[in-house]
């Protein structure tokens, strides 16, 4: 039992179930579409067109997460197929949802306590004199810093496996959190090698996204010294404009990458809940 354990346990349900990648794909295809879109569209219908889109891909992520984390733990014992996507995530869409909205809102309330705890420190500061802002503020705002990263990470290592504890246990929305909080609790070491592997795999995937959304939004730089208005076509703007066939084929490779890493992530956290709980028994 453990995070080794569980990446063979990923690896051969990967080589057994390509299925799994096929249903990572379109997840990541719905996921990118909005930022696709607007890299691909002109700056004003882009604005238009994010904001609907948006909203709609955060009221399908329940959908696709459920979706996703069934077809792993079918292909954990055997085939995954499309039809237990389908079905679990229709079953499972309300209290994910509900889930999710519960994650979201705690952690925006403990931001907003720490928002509020920083702009007051630093209202101390200036009140009490510029000597102040730069040793007691600075300080305060540290010690605020770490406090906030404690506020922060340790419900998110706590809590990490509540979708896992819906789908894979069948669980209310209390009882997911509940059942998260005493996996990790139990396997703390192991859940800290996991949580290490899941924040590199996170990593790639962010760095993708950012490269993706940079690569596409490459081309307005201040203009050189003495490029007026009248200055000829690329003249000024430092990086050359993209073409729209590149732009397509970057972002695919994108997508692709992406499902890869979305399918090893979501089999690998089903693998390490399912293993880690005999641990609770």
């Known amino acids: 039992m453990g995070a080794i354990s569980s990446l063979s346990t990923t690896g051969r349900t990967l080589a ?16 990118f579409l909005p930022t696709g879109l607007s890299v691909l569209l002109p700056p004003p219908t882009a604005g238009v067109v994010m904001v609907p889109l948006s909203g709609l ?16 733990r079918e292909g954990l014992d055997g085939t995954a197929s499309f039809e237990t996507f389908l079905a679990g995530g229709r079953k499972h869409y309300l209290r994910l949802l509900a889930a999710i909205v519960l994650f979201v809102v ?44 404690l506020a922060v990470g340790l419900p998110v290592f706590f809590l990490q496996f509540y979708a896992a504890a819906v789908v894979v246990s069948d669980l209310g929305v209390a009882a997911s959190f509940k059942r998260s909080a005493g996996l990790v609790r139990r396997n703390l070491v192991s859940a800290l090698g996991y949580s290490a592997v899941s924040l590199a795999i996170g990593a790639v995937g962010g760095l993708l996204g950012v490269f993706f959304t940079l690569f596409g939004g ?26 729209p066939g590149v732009l397509v084929a970057v972002g695919a490779a994108m997508v692709v990458l992406t499902a890869l890493l979305s399918a090893f992530g979501v089999t690998y956290q089903v693998a390490f809940y399912d293993d880690c709980l005999d641990s609770l028994a």
């Open 16 to 31: 057994r179930n390509s299925s799994l990648f096929g249903a990572a794909f379109v997840v990541t295809l719905v996921s």
């Open 57 to 72: 891909s955060l009221l399908v992520v329940p959908f696709l997460t459920g979706g996703l984390l069934s077809m792993a």
């Open 106 to 149: 705690l952690f925006g309330a403990i931001g907003a306590v720490l928002g509020i705890a920083a702009i007051a420190a630093f209202a101390v500061g200036v009140g009490a004199g510029s000597a102040a802002i730069t040793e007691a503020s600075l300080v305060a705002l540290a010690i605020l810093g770490v406090l906030g990263v």
């Open 218 to 243: 490459a081309g307005v730089e201040s203009p050189a010294p003495g490029a007026g208005a009248g200055a000829g076509p690329g003249v000024g703007t430092g990086v050359p404009e993209v073409a």
